[in-house]
């Protein structure tokens, strides 16, 4: 295993494990984090993940791994990889299960004060209006013609049936709608596990969460972004659904034989992978497109019911119940986009897994109104705690990929926190505390106790103070909703 003494410090927040570490490594890989930080990380697998996908053929520039890493399927959560598109590799491992698992934003002119009387009822009915839990279904059941026009046109299919605003999919990353998402390239047993699912939380760390705005570090972009001082704020969490669980368990199984046929050779199996161009690759491109639509789409959902229940409890007895979309990022996906590597732009396939993108200020792809002060990004705490905004700046798109942290970052498994915590205490000292808590499983409750997370207020800290991301706004939570 990687030991404190193979890394080689940079500064206080930058760390380094040269190429010449192992000999197959085709790039070094680079680790922010703290002093404090950095001996957790020693304590799983999550370096020796990313010394093996430093290996994997077409590799750009370098490994990144962010402070908020653990142990992950093949790559760590947290990692960031560059792969030259199109002849280098792409990797499920290195996107993860839950592809395009993100975070939206609302934010509102909603003071504290008037809504504190409604706070229990609201809680209610964001449980009743946004289905939650393993393998529930929504409120819609699509045909597959249907379900394969989500997979193709992700947030655009919300917007052309009602259910989102043009301001929605314009403050979405790429508008919620990756091009070359082909449905075909999905089997029957994915589409069928999405048929039902589309504006659906699911479970594990997914959540819905009424957060209020305490603090503002950035004025100006705080305004930019809508958020006051105050004023309530609504978090959604959630992904692919079980659509992209089996899109990705079908692609590993196929990639198996795409590593033998061009003779790939890898330290860990769970990195299987194929070449972008090979039939194997541009399939499993394709299939990951279709998930990452479903996902931006499925958000949208929740955000629409999100906002009758809103309409349902406080119509009448605030002066505006209307949310509004700051931003809605993705933090498992692989992305073709244009870096400079070593000097020239180059195409690649940025493979983010627990990692949310966070172009800069003048990024063409970021809305209008953002490009002046950089992209949002959105970096939820464990339950129970603070959440951050932050904005991405000209220093992530040199040294990250363009990428951030994307939470606090587990620190013990969801095994190891319900031996360890008792789902119906945690519910207790949540309450006490003032928040609002609905859950469908207490057992569920206990695997995202704060215990089982680290600080993220280290991680922000470490990202911000390495210059990475600048602080926006600090969220505390009044309400969270859980399956």
């Known amino acids: 295993m990687v030991a404190l003494n193979d890394l080689k410090q940079i500064n206080d927040f930058e760390w380094k494990i040269p190429q010449t570490y192992r000999d197959d490594m085709r790039v070094p890989v680079r680790i922010f984090a703290s002093q404090a930080l950095i001996r957790d990380v020693v304590r799983d697998k999550s370096l ?6 430093a290996t994997l053929p077409g590799l750009a520039g370098r490994v990144v791994v962010m402070p908020d890493m653990h142990q992950g399927y093949g790559f760590p959560i947290g990692g960031v990889a560059a792969t030259r598109y199109p002849e280098g590799v792409i990797s499920p491992g290195g996107i993860g299960y ?13 003071p504290h004060k008037e809504a504190k009387p409604h706070l ?6 964001l449980h009743q209006h946004c289905p939650s839990g393993l393998g529930k279904g929504s409120k819609l059941n699509l045909s597959i013609s249907e379900l394969e026009e989500v997979c193709r046109d992700g947030s655009k299919w919300a917007l052309k049936n009602g259910y989102a605003t043009k301001s929605d999919v314009r403050r979405t990353e790429d508008e919620g709608s ?5 449905p075909s390239k999905l089997s029957q047993r994915a589409k069928n596990r999405g048929r039902s699912q589309v504006g659906s939380l699911g479970s594990g760390n997914h959540f819905i969460e009424i957060d209020l705005v305490t603090e503002i570090f950035d004025e100006k972009a705080a305004q930019v972004m809508g958020l006051r001082k105050g004023h309530l704020a609504l ?10 669980h089996q899109v990705c368990s079908d692609y590993v199984r196929r990639l198996q034989g795409a590593v033998q046929r061009y003779g790939i050779h890898l330290p860990d199996r769970e990195l299987v992978c194929a070449p972008m161009d090979s039939p194997e690759g541009e399939d499993y491109l394709s299939a990951m497109r279709c998930a990452a639509n479903y996902a931006f789409a499925n958000r949208q959902m929740l955000a629409h ?3 009758r229940a809103f309409e349902q409890v406080l119509a009448g007895k605030v002066g505006s119940w209307r949310l509004h979309q700051v931003y809605d990022v993705a933090h498992n996906i692989g992305k073709i986009e244009t870096h400079n590597v070593d000097g020239i732009p180059t195409e690649v396939c940025v493979h983010r897994k627990g990692a949310t993108r966070a172009f800069g200020p003048g990024a063409e792809d970021l809305p209008g109104e953002y490009r002046a002060i950089g992209q949002p990004v959105l970096v939820p705490g464990s339950m129970g705690t603070s959440s951050w905004v932050l904005r991405g700046t000209e220093e992530s798109m040199k040294r990250t990929w363009a990428s951030s942290c994307h939470g606090a970052g587990r620190t013990m498994s969801r095994t190891q926190a319900k031996k360890t915590v008792w789902g119906e205490d945690l519910r207790k000292e949540l309450e006490s505390d003032g928040i609002h808590i609905r859950a469908r499983s ?3 409750l206990a695997e995202e106790a704060p215990v089982a997370y680290k600080d993220v207020n280290v991680v922000v800290d470490t990202i911000s103070q390495a210059g990475i991301a600048t602080k926006v706004a600090l969220l505390k939570p009044l309400a969270v909703v859980k399956g």
């Open 48 to 53: 020796d993940q990313a010394v093996n996908a």
């Open 98 to 110: 839950d592809i395009n698992c993100g975070v939206r934003l609302l934010a509102s002119q909603i």
């Open 120 to 125: 229990n009822a609201l809680a209610s009915a």
């Open 178 to 182: 990756l091009p070359g998402a082909n």
């Open 235 to 244: 978090q959604i969490h959630s992904g692919s659904r079980g659509l992209g």
């Open 305 to 307: 019911f999100a906002r």
């Open 442 to 444: 207490m057992a569920g």
